[in-house]
């Protein structure tokens, strides 16, 4: 490391990976309910499972992103950490925060503890994805503005870099649309639509910045390639990628009561939206490819390598697939919504932030890059959870293409559950696939103990 305080980042990334193990046993969890509804009930019924699951993975990645920050800002801005000592207070409190809230999902009723964090003073909870507790929800919001606040300051008092900046705008931008989970209208159409500003306009705006800055900085150190060259790629892919994704949220829009034109604006804007992320494909390979050194970190490269294909084949592709109206007239809400969600959060930021992981702790433990065994296990946990992944995401879309027939487009369409029994298939199938899942991530935790003949220290 060129500097101490860039060590802040390994608390990140641990707790990150523990986070992501909670969440892949949860996802395993309501694999199981989905083929047997009464598997661990009333214990753990299905939509606290699900709760549980799709908080994890927010929190999870969320740790990962500002461990990445807290790595990557000091050594691009050419000076220590502004405030050590604050990011390890907010670590602390972000951490005791959401296993609190973890906690209480899973051992009191959700209307208990709405009760219990008097909701009814400002009420936010019971809304997908921000089923946090108002207190909770604050609690988010000091731990961002303090991290912005850490983060910002390095970069402002030190060497300002394209990368920091545009991570800069991306974290920014997460903190400013997070505040829309406070807004919750009595219109069901208004909440709708204003809720989709905190879950789309970072899925799809503000976190792509962070993914794109972060691959930049990994791709500069793995291949030595001038900082001028990514960054003129990394101008390009950002501005497509928020043309594309601000307007692009109509599609969200389509069925829930708005204005006609958004049929026609969310369609069109969708449409543009793989295009940044085949650029990003274009970009990696073509960096990788100009290289100017041989790293001995293999296993960063094939992540960040890994990123760009994935992001594009699950953000842009099986986005594409089903986000223009008459098609997504059949299709939302059904079993394929969950095939692109999932290759999508996998592709473009879990595995993001498993690059920045691979690149960055072998450097805080002294070394280069890992040992070679260790870097085999680390790549055998690559392939193990990529493939996985595209057989999960192939799984939901058969399941998603049977369920729009049977469902919503036959002559004689089958009622939901009725539908659901003759899906169980592929719920079956996609269930053995998270469980080789499970096992990649296991070889991944493995890959940090295994010993051999260390690469190079620093």
């Known amino acids: ?63 990962g992103f500002m461990g990445s920050a807290y790595y990557l800002v000091p050594e691009e801005s050419e000076r220590e950490l502004f405030s050590p000592f604050l990011a390890k207070l907010m670590f602390w409190v972000f951490l005791v925060a959401g296993a609190l809230t973890i906690l209480g999902y899973l051992l009191v009723p959700y209307a208990t503890l709405a009760e219990i964090t008097m909701n009814d003073l400002l009420p936010t909870m019971g809304r997908e994805f ?90 500069i150190k793995v291949t030595g390639v001038d900082r001028e060259v990514i960054e003129k790629w990394l101008y390009i892919i950002i501005a497509m990628a928020l043309i594309s994704g601000l307007v692009g949220t109509g599609h969200h829009f389509f069925w829930i009561g708005t204005p006609d034109y958004w049929q026609w604006l969310g369609s069109i804007f ?69 095939a692109h969600g999932h290759m999508a959060f996998y592709g473009a930021y879990v595995m993001v932030v498993l690059t920045m992981i691979s690149y960055s702790m072998p450097i805080m433990r002294g070394h280069k890059a890992s040992n070679e065994r260790a870097q085999v296990f680390e790549m055998w946990s690559f392939w193990l959870m990529t493939v996985s992944m595209v057989f999960i995401t192939l799984f939901l879309t058969g399941a998603g293409i049977l369920q729009v027939y049977l469902q919503r487009y036959s002559e004689a369409p089958l009622g939901f559950m009725v539908t659901q029994d003759k899906l169980a298939i592929f719920y079956i199938m996609r269930e053995v696939a998270g469980l080789v899942f499970l096992a990649g991530l296991i070889v991944y935790i493995l890959s940090f103990f295994v010993k051999g003949k260390e690469v190079e220290v620093i």
């Open 1 to 63: 490391m060129k500097y101490e305080s860039q060590g802040v980042a390994k608390l990140y990334f641990i707790a990150a990976i523990g986070l992501f193990v909670g969440q892949i046993l949860f996802g395993v969890i309501m694999g199981v309910q989905y083929i047997s509804g009464d598997f661990l009930f009333p214990e753990i019924p299905f939509n606290v499972a699900r709760m549980v699951h799709t908080n994890l993975l927010i929190v999870w990645l969320l740790f």
């Open 130 to 219: 921000l089923e946090q507790p108002t207190i909770t929800k604050i609690g988010i919001v000091i731990v961002a503005l303090s991290f912005l606040f850490n983060i910002g300051m390095t970069i402002l008092t030190g060497r300002k870099t394209v990368i920091t900046l545009v991570l800069l705008t991306g974290l920014a931008g997460l903190a400013v649309f997070f505040l829309f989970s406070f807004y919750n209208p009595d219109n069901l159409i208004l909440d709708k639509y204003f809720w989709w500003f905190v879950v789309h306009l970072w899925v799809e705006g503000v976190w792509e910045l962070i993914m794109a800055s972060l691959l930049a900085y990994v791709l």
């Open 270 to 338: 969708s449409a543009l939206e793989p295009i940044p992320f085949f650029m990003m494909t274009l970009f990696a390979f073509n960096v990788v490819n100009k290289r100017r050194r041989d790293h001995p970190n293999k296993a960063a490269v094939l992540w960040a390598l890994g990123t760009a294909v994935m992001a594009f084949l699950g953000a842009g592709v099986w986005g594409f697939l089903h986000t223009l109206a008459p098609v997504n007239y059949y299709t939302h809400g059904t079993q394929i919504t969950a």
